[in-house]
């Protein structure tokens, strides 16, 4: 069976990037599964125990996101397409995904936001860190995109851009 394709849908906390992933599933035709790492943490599958560390082992978390984007992979490996959400909060992030992805094809979209909006949005869901997004902003410094959005668009605008540019991708 060949390998699933993927598509990541990396930004800021509260740019949208989950109404993108339940919207964009509903409009492509191929049966794609969604996943991320808040779906893991939601679950109870972070450990809620902090340990104490020697500085040169790395943390819960780091550990953490490394099963999570190996996980991709292996999702993606048996034959799954995937839309995955994600902020790459750090360039060594980018890097091991970069490598991990070698030879697979990963379609990368940007999900965008002015800073107003992405503040308003925090404030108004009332369960996310206020000032989170702003610290977020820093992830498009590290990722390539296929394609990048403005979730302040018409959600059907926004779908018919990914779409369009999923379709035309070169492989």
């Known amino acids: 069976m060949p ?16 109404t993108l992933a339940s919207a964009l599933r509903e409009e492509l035709s191929e ?24 500085l040169g082992t790395p943390s819960e978390r780091d550990r953490f996101l490394d099963g999570f984007h190996r996980a991709i992979v292996a999702f993606a490996d048996a034959g799954n397409d995937l839309i995955v959400e994600h902020i790459v909060e750090e360039r060594r992030w980018a890097d091991q995904l970069e490598s991990l992805f070698a030879r697979r094809d990963v379609f990368w979209v940007g999900v965008h936001a002015p800073l107003s909006v992405l503040e308003q949005r925090e404030v108004t869901r009332g369960d996310r860190t206020i000032g989170e997004a702003s610290y977020h902003l820093k992830t498009h410094e590290y990722c390539r995109y296929d394609v990048e959005v403005d979730t302040t668009k018409a959600q059907a605008e926004v779908i018919a851009e990914i779409v369009r540019a999923w379709r035309g991708r070169t492989i």
């Open 31 to 54: 049966p794609f599964c969604c996943f991320s790492s808040d779906q893991l943490a939601d679950g109870g599958f972070r450990t809620e125990k902090y340990e104490i560390r020697d």
């Open 3 to 18: 390998p699933g394709r993927i598509i990541l849908l990396n930004g800021t906390s509260s740019a949208g990037k989950s």
